[in-house]
């Protein structure tokens, strides 16, 4: 009887997980099967679930009408300094709310986490205003450079608070007698943090690296608030483009966001084992 029980609740808990798959899946595979199909056919009713004929030429089509591999290169050059910016000050930052012991650390902690429930769009004006004033609207600086200093993209996880609580948590696990060992031999802090504490946290630094891909990846928001010229137009503002204010080209819309969420969809399953084993191995688990 009881292997029976467990038994039905395994097959329930497999049944609703392939119910979840579906349901994440379902606006890929729309996305998929309108990416194949021209106008009429989208908005054809009854729905047509299967494009016949399958229109390839979409793909093509939209990715030569628009500078689109311009704006992946944009895309691109903003990700990888995002990315290294954040891992540089978030990294350093961790180090210093975990590691070293200083007057007031625990309550400068505190102060920082208390950031992440403000909301991102209440400093997102202030934020235009000072970078117009400097001259540096219409240039990749607004969305690279507070990178290096602690503070990501707009997201659910709150930007870069949440990654420096995220290397916080994790860097408290590892056994303070390493920093003792390596103070005896006369290692100092810069020492410890490069050839102790970063080989044993890139599970956490490479989940970190993923959020932080993924988050300026799909960024909208912050291009479309600081660029303006269409040479410098990210990945998302070109899609953007597809979208008029009186009609929108929706078949090559679809096939060029096909095209567009391959890079940070790589990314993933590339680093997905690692983005697990930082998840769990950090502070998140409870």
């Known amino acids: ?3 029976r029980f467990f038994g039905a609740r395994r ?3 497999i049944a609703g997980a392939f119910v979840l798959a579906a349901m994440w899946l379902t606006p890929f595979l729309w996305m998929l099967r309108s990416s194949l199909m021209d106008m009429t056919q989208i908005f054809q009713y009854p ?3 299967v494009p016949s004929p399958v229109q390839w030429e ?3 089509n939209a990715l030569t009408s628009l500078p689109f591999f311009d704006y992946i290169r944009n895309s691109f050059t ?3 300094g995002c990315v290294a910016g954040i891992l540089f000050s978030c990294t350093l930052s961790a180090y210093g709310l975990s590691r070293i012991a200083w007057k007031g650390r625990d309550a400068v902690f505190y ?3 208390t950031s992440i429930m403000l909301p991102y769009f209440a400093t997102l004006i202030p934020n235009f205003v000072i970078w117009s004033e400097l001259g540096l609207t219409n240039t990749y600086v607004p969305l690279i450079l507070p990178s290096w200093f602690g503070v990501g993209t707009a997201s659910v996880f709150g930007g870069g608070m949440f990654n420096i609580f995220l290397l916080r948590q994790f860097f408290r696990t590892i056994p303070p007698e390493l920093d003792e060992a390596a103070f005896v031999d006369g290692a100092g802090h810069m020492t410890i943090l490069l050839r102790v504490i970063v080989p044993l946290s890139k599970p956490s630094l490479i989940c970190i690296g993923l959020f932080t891909f993924l ?6 928001i912050n291009p479309l608030i600081y660029l303006s010229k269409e040479n410098r137009y990210t990945i998302q503002l070109g899609l953007r483009t597809f979208i008029g204010m009186y009609n929108a080209q929706w078949h090559y819309l679809m096939a060029a966001a096909l095209f567009a969420i391959l890079p940070a969809l790589l990314v993933f ?3 997905q084992r690692y983005f697990v084993e930082g998840i769990a191995t950090s502070g998140l688990k409870g």
Request: charged fraction near 10%; hydrophobic fraction near 65%.
């Open 215 to 220: 988050n300026t990846w799909n960024d909208l």
């Open 58 to 60: 979409n793909f093509p």
């Open 11 to 13: 097959a329930l808990g």
């Open 111 to 113: 102060l920082l986490m």
């Open 78 to 80: 903003i990700v990888l």
């Open 1 to 3: 009887m009881k292997k």
């Open 47 to 49: 729905l047509v679930f």
């Open 269 to 271: 399953l590339v680093g």
